[in-house]
């Protein structure tokens, strides 16, 4: 019998997505993990784009920052899990609905996104701030969660979420109280961003079985302290306080934003074209 | 605009000193560009300290350092060479006693 | 390194000596130079040099600044977690550099916004590999190990310059250079060995478009290259082009084979007698090109550097005016 060379086989398909089933313990981690993943990834945009060197440098360790959180809480989520699923496939083969982020971060930034145009610096340094203000209240308390591992993040994550909300806090007040453009685009900024913190204090179901098993605060116990640090920098940057409104938005039940679809599509693009591929 | 003319308003200079730790001396490492002194010691910490060369930082805008003048090295330094009395191993001591 | 083609001042910048007193503060600095001492800033120089060193440095700077640029494009699509974390503090060191390097070269009486100006507006030069695109995840860790491996080679005489800041700026960049050809490197070693057949081709593709720009980082050849005595002389430039390029050449021959791929030179090979390798010609019409403004990126590059420090204007007019106000406050309380 001659061999006859075989048709070259079908290209394997892209990756499929990894189904989670999320029970809430690991939901509640998991909010956490791709807030600062998301929000590193949307940093990562203005490397190399910075109004100044100095502070080009210093959003990256900012997101350098983040970065590692999301990658410690999201190694703990895979665990918590069961299926033990490592750090790269839930950030990589998660489908939109299993991601559990604030709406927030997946707003534009630097970058388009969609039809809405970039965002600028001011909208950069608030939300950082807002975001590390949000962050620093939860790892406070989480240093005391019945969780182990995750007390062993906030310990560490604190630090930084501290010194984030400083060095941005700064250059709220300092765009806020600077010039007259930088004031406008502040209030502007405030503005965008404001109704997207509701979310941020919003407590459901996830949140109840969390603060009564001991592994972290419900939303909800986070608000006074929050609006107390974010009431004295706008404050000393001359910003005027804005009013709730009914909107909350629902990232954190895996429901997004139109951006989060084209957040992905960048962020996952390489692990979906290579199934098995090795880095 | 100062793509233009290069001339707006620049953030002043400062120079950078850090204090690896505890027990030694700050010492000088570079200089940065900030608008104000809280934004010169982070930009410090950003820029000179990532890979945990520090625990102390000192900023000083470079305004306000004084220089000796290179061309005064000669009167300034140089009359310390023959001044050996200041240091110990200008005194032969017996043996016995040389640990002082 | 960025700057092997680009260090040479035009004849006219080269004034004759005026007074005797000139000529006897020359012969001090030149005898100083001789002696292997370091020259600092507030120190007399030749205005030649202070020149130069200015035009090095500052092209140096823009070279670091602008090559964040080619790199930071796959920053977010990196295609692991531990991936995306070194190349962003890769990028970022890439920053640093660049700030350390228009630190030193402020201390010769420039500013960093008057070399910016110089670079927004095309007067300045800056490494011409930066004006290559990449266009896969590959080209990433080629360009760590190829473009950086050429910059560190380039790099090291560098920390023995006679101008003693720009030594010491040198001598902590090369310091935290050392990761970031090795992280180039392993990334292409773990596609290569354990990688999928279409990431082995990415990679050979990736090494097939960086590796004749990246000998073309060396410069013009010897033959071609404008006198540099001087240059030598004040430790600006120690080793020639060809010398190192040689020396580049026979180290990437070796790591390839233990990466596996080719490098895309039908001529490149082993000569027992001259203990080296040989290589093919380089096409220097297409650095000419390159270097004149008209590579495939030349335009975009510029204009980004441009539109980023455009977009943060504002930005640096506020911080400034905020400082005015708190300043004004202090006085008067």
């Known amino acids: ?279 | 605009m100062s793509a233009d003319t290069g001339t707006t308003a620049e953030w002043p200079l400062w120079e950078v000193f850090v204090r690896p730790k505890a027990g030694l001396d700050h010492k000088h490492c570079g200089s940065l560009h900030a608008a104000d002194a809280a934004m010169a010691i982070q930009l410090a910490r950003e820029v000179y300290t990532r890979r945990q060369e520090g625990s102390s930082l000192w900023v000083v805008r470079s305004a306000d350092i004084t220089a000796s003048d290179p061309g005064d090295k000669a009167m300034y330094f140089d009359p310390m060479e023959d001044k050996v009395y200041r240091h110990p191993s200008f005194y032969e001591l017996p043996g016995s006693v040389d640990h002082m | 390194m960025y700057t092997q083609a680009m260090d040479v001042a035009p004849a006219e910048e080269r004034k004759p000596l005026r007074t005797a007193e000139d000529a006897q503060l020359e012969a001090r600095f030149e005898a100083r130079i001789d002696d292997g001492s370091f020259i600092e800033a507030k120190d007399w120089m030749p205005d030649h040099y202070r020149k130069t060193l200015v035009r090095q440095i500052s092209q140096h700077a823009h070279s670091e600044i602008v090559g964040m640029l080619p790199e930071g494009n796959w920053l977010t699509r990196a295609p692991t977690l531990k991936r995306k974390t070194i190349l962003l503090a890769k990028v970022q060191d890439e920053a640093g550099h660049g700030l350390y390097l228009y630190a030193a070269a402020e201390t010769l009486g420039t500013s960093r916004d008057q070399m910016l100006h110089a670079l927004h507006t095309g007067k300045a030069k800056y490494s011409s590999i930066f004006n290559y695109p990449t266009l896969s995840w590959a080209d990433i860790g080629v360009i760590g190990w190829l473009v950086d491996g050429a910059a560190i080679m380039n790099q090291v005489p560098l920390t023995r310059c006679s101008y003693a800041p720009y030594a010491r700026a040198m001598v902590r960049i090369c310091r935290e250079e050392s990761f970031h050809q090795r992280q180039g490197f392993d990334s292409l070693l773990v596609m290569m060995r354990d990688g999928t057949e279409a990431q082995k081709a990415m990679v050979q593709d990736a090494v097939n478009r960086w590796w004749w720009p990246s000998l073309m980082m060396f410069g013009p050849p010897d033959a071609e290259s404008p006198n540099s005595g001087q240059s030598a002389r004040w430790g600006i430039k120690r080793v020639s082009n060809d010398t190192l390029r040689q020396k580049f050449v026979d180290a990437c021959a070796e790591q390839a084979q233990v990466l596996g791929v080719a490098l895309p030179d039908p001529l490149l090979k082993w000569n027992d007698e001259r203990a080296h390798h040989d290589f093919g010609p380089i096409d220097w019409d297409e650095f000419r090109r390159v270097v004149g403004g008209h590579g495939p990126c030349n335009k975009e590059r510029l204009a980004t550097r441009v539109k980023a420090w455009d977009d943060g204007a504002w930005v640096r007019e506020a911080a400034l005016a905020h400082a005015a106000k708190q300043a004004l406050r202090e006085k008067a309380a």
């Open chain 1, 1 to 279: 019998m001659t061999a006859t060379s075989a048709a070259p086989a079908a290209p394997a398909t892209t990756s499929e997505s990894i189904r989670l089933n999320a029970t809430p313990r690991v939901q509640y981690v998991l909010r956490i993990a791709d807030t600062c993943l998301i929000h590193a990834q949307r940093l990562a945009e203005w490397c190399g784009h910075g109004p100044v060197l100095e502070e080009d440098i210093a959003l990256t360790n900012m997101a350098l920052d983040l970065l590692g959180q999301a990658r410690a809480l999201l190694t703990h989520a895979g665990q918590l899990d069961g299926h033990g699923f490592s750090e790269d496939q839930l950030a990589f083969l998660r489908d939109e609905g299993e991601f559990y982020n604030l709406t927030l971060v997946e707003l534009p930034l630097r970058k388009p996104s969609g039809h809405l145009p970039g965002g600028d610096f001011a909208d950069t340094v608030l939300r950082n701030f807002l975001l590390a203000s949000w962050l620093k209240g939860l790892w406070t308390q989480l240093v005391s969660s019945t969780d182990a591992e995750l007390a062993a993040i906030a310990g560490q994550a604190l630090k930084e979420s501290r010194y984030h909300q400083q060095h941005n806090g700064d250059w709220v007040v300092r765009l806020g109280d600077g010039s007259a453009e930088s004031a406008a685009r502040m209030r502007a900024a405030l503005e965008r961003a404001w109704p997207y913190t509701k979310e941020m204090f919003t407590s459901d179901a996830v949140d109840d079985v969390a603060a009564a098993g001991g592994l972290g605060p419900a939303r909800s116990a986070l608000r006074e302290d929050w609006q107390q640090d974010v009431a004295e920098v706008l404050l000393y940057a001359e910003l005027p306080p804005l009013a709730d409104t009914p909107f909350v938005s629902t990232g954190t039940l895996g429901r997004h934003s139109e951006h989060m679809g084209f957040i992905l599509a960048e962020m996952q693009v390489l692990q979906r074209t290579h199934p098995g591929g090795r880095w």
